[in-house]
């Protein structure tokens, strides 16, 4: 398969799996245990169906949204994620360069392959600086410190990950950084050399937001010690209060599932919220964030700007976020396939064919904007 015939997230995908070792595409693709959360995330959106209106003139569809102070040209925007330097070269800097053709927010995280000074300086879409809490308050101050001198826009502090998820894919391969490979996961790099030759050629691999903190080389520490050895799990609201205030601008928690969790968040000053289950990879068989949405929205989406992730396939499963009230919808592998697959020229086409199918799906609800949608929309059916 060819990057042309990638008409969809199936198809991404499926070229992702051609193209990487086999270690590599079961770090994107696979999640926690049973991987019952992961398979839940788009099996929710099955049980919703969308209700459309006709004759609603509908020449122009206007897809903006403002989301924690930042206007986006797309209700979706690239969730940040770990290491991908290690699907494609590029790297953070497809991503990057894709939003910012489309106009959209994109995140860069911690446990990052590219700088965030880097990013910032070379575009100017909204950036997101996402990390982890750590033992080492003052690790904590200085990366805060470091995003707001590049001029990061929107601090994200992910909650949800105080321990590594039990992710068995990865524990069959030896998947870890450095590389500690069992012999089945050596023998699926040797039939895929293409990604080691592009490896092997490229500019070493660093974790640039952490080069500074955490020794990576010579074995010394793996991403999965890096999870239980520098994490702090006794990371509490007073904590991430002080952390709202050190920081001075939109600041949002990703992460929150329960209603209790969502009013802590506005009532320490939190900018925004992203509903998720990390792609199904910490807790498995918890709740899936568009199950949860209708709810959360009830209780603090007129005081906070309530988002979610995990699942999106389709430009409909946005439309339903939306109707149910997200501000917007962060996208994970939807965007990782695609950068395997075939770097910046894929996620653009990723990115632009979800930008078409909710255009033609706004036109087909009777939409122009997206305030025109509500739950007057839906109708949802027994699970």
């Not at 069992?182 to 592009?198: R, V």
């Not at 990390?278 to 309530?306: C, K, N, T, Y």
Request: overall charge neutral.
């Amino acid at each position: 398969m060819r990057l042309a015939q990638c008409h969809n997230f199936h198809d991404f995908r499926r070229l992702a799996r051609d193209r990487l070792p086999g270690p590599i595409f079961d770090y994107i693709d696979g999640g926690a245990d049973d991987e019952t959360t992961l398979r839940r995330n788009s099996a929710s959106f099955e049980h919703c169906d969308l209700l459309p209106n006709v004759l609603r003139g509908v020449q122009q569809v206007d897809l903006s949204v403002t989301v924690m102070g930042q206007k986006l040209a797309q209700p979706f925007y690239c969730s940040p994620t770990a290491l991908q330097r290690l699907f494609h070269h590029d790297g953070e800097r497809a991503v990057a360069a894709a939003a910012a053709k489309y106009g959209t927010m994109f995140g860069v995280s911690s446990l990052g392959t590219v700088s965030l000074e880097e990013l910032r300086k070379a575009y100017d879409t909204p950036q997101v600086y996402q990390f982890y809490f750590h033992r080492d308050r003052g690790l904590n101050r200085a990366m805060m410190q470091r995003a707001k001198e590049a001029g990061v826009e929107v601090m994200m502090l992910t909650v949800d990950s105080i321990t590594g998820g039990n992710r068995e894919r990865d524990l069959r391969t030896g998947f870890s950084i450095p590389f500690r490979l069992t012999l089945a996961g050596m023998l699926q790099f040797a039939i895929k050399p293409n990604w080691g030759i592009q490896y092997l050629t490229h500019e070493k691999f660093r974790l640039p937001q952490l080069e500074e903190h955490v020794d990576m080389s010579g074995g010394a520490m793996s991403i999965g010690r890096y999870f239980t050895e520098m994490l702090d799990p006794a990371m509490n609201w007073d904590d991430v209060a002080e952390m709202v205030r050190t920081w001075n601008g939109p600041f949002c928690l990703k992460g929150i599932m329960s209603v209790d969790d969502a009013r802590r968040a506005v009532d320490i000053g939190c900018a925004g919220i992203v509903l998720s289950n990390h792609g199904g990879r910490q807790l498995d068989g918890s709740r899936s964030a568009f199950d949860q949405l209708a709810e959360i929205v009830d209780a603090v989406g007129d005081r906070i700007d309530v988002m979610m992730d995990g699942g999106i396939q389709r430009g409909t499963h946005i439309l339903k976020a939306l109707s149910l009230g997200a501000k917007a919808v962060g996208l994970g592998r939807y965007y990782l396939y695609p950068l395997a697959a075939a770097g910046q020229p894929g996620v653009e086409r990723a990115l632009g064919q979800l930008r078409a199918e909710l255009e033609r799906g706004m036109k087909l609800m009777g939409c122009n904007s997206i305030s025109q949608l509500s739950r007057a929309n839906l109708r949802f059916r027994p699970g």
